[in-house]
C-alpha cells in the first residue's frame, strides 16, 4: 500500500547488508558470498558513518557500526523518519552482542553453528536472541520516530523475521528459550555468559508491542 511521508523530516538512513555486490554471480556459495565481500563490500553506514578502516576486522567493524547505528535511531524524536535499508549479510555486519557477552564468545558461536550445518531460521534464531540490535531492536530504538524498511531476501521463504536477523521486525514470545533448545539439540557447548540468556527477561519486541506501532 502507498507509504505517505508527509512533513515528517528524513533524519536517519540505517543501511545493513551487502552495499557493493556488482558483479557476483547468481548462482554462488555461502563461502563465495563471503570472499566476495570481504574483497568488493565498501562498508555499512548509520547516517555518516565512514567505510571501515583497513586495520579493522569484518566483526570490530560491526559492533562500532551497530552501536552508532543504535545512538542515532535513540536520538530520533516524533516528528522524525528514518528508512532502514537491509539486505543479506547483516547478521554478520551488525554486531552487537548482549549485555555480559563478549564479541569473541558470539564470534565462537556462530562458527559452531555454521559448522553444524543448521538452516538459515536456527541460526539467526540464535543471533537474534544474543543481540541488543537483531529482532526489532533497531525499529524499538528508532520509536516514537517513524519507520519504513525496505528490505531484500535471501532467506527461503522471504521470512521478514529472518532476513539480517529481523532488525525491524517481532519476534514471538519465548525467543531466549527457542534459541537455548536450538543449541541443546545441535550439541553445542557454550559458555555461562551465554546461557544465562536462557532465563533472562528478553528485550526484542513481539507482535503487537507499541514500541514498532510507526515501524513499516
Not at 27 to 35: E, F, L, R, T, V
Not at 142 to 170: E, Q
Amino acid at each position: 500500500r502507498p507509504f505517505h511521508l508527509g512533513a515528517a523530516p528524513l533524519r536517519a538512513v540505517l543501511s545493513a547488508g551487502l552495499t557493493k555486490a556488482k558483479g557476483l554471480p547468481v548462482h554462488y556459495s555461502k563461502q563465495d558470498a563471503k570472499a566476495f565481500a570481504r574483497a568488493h563490500m565498501t562498508g555499512i553506514w548509520a547516517a555518516a558513518l565512514n567505510p571501515f578502516n583497513d586495520d579493522l576486522s569484518l566483526d570490530e567493524a560491526g559492533m562500532r557500526a551497530a552501536q552508532r547505528m543504535l545512538h542515532l535511531a535513540e536520538s530520533l524524536g516524533e516528528d522524525d523518519f528514518a528508512l532502514a535499508l537491509i539486505s543479506g549479510g547483516a547478521s554478520s555486519l551488525l554486531a552487537a552482542p548482549s549485555v555480559g557477552i563478549t564479541l569473541q564468545e558470539k564470534q565462537a558461536l556462530s562458527e559452531a553453528l555454521l559448522a553444524s550445518g543448521a538452516p538459515i531460521h536456527q541460526l539467526n534464531t540464535v543471533r537474534k536472541a544474543l543481540s541488543r540490535i537483531k529482532a526489532g531492536r533497531l525499529a524499538a530504538a528508532v520509536y516514537p520516530a517513524r519507520m519504513l524498511s525496505l528490505v531484500i531476501s535471501d532467506v527461503p521463504g522471504d521470512d521478514l523475521r529472518y532476513i539480517g536477523s529481523g532488525p525491524t521486525v517481532a519476534s514471538p514470545a519465548g525467543l531466549n528459550l527457542e534459541a537455548m533448545q536450538i543449541l541443546r539439540s545441535l550439541r553445542i557447548d557454550v559458555p555461562a555468559s551465554i546461557r544465562a540468556v536462557r532465563d533472562a527477561p528478553s528485550t526484542a519486541p513481539v507482535p503487537n508491542d507499541p514500541r514498532l506501532a510507526r515501524a513499516e
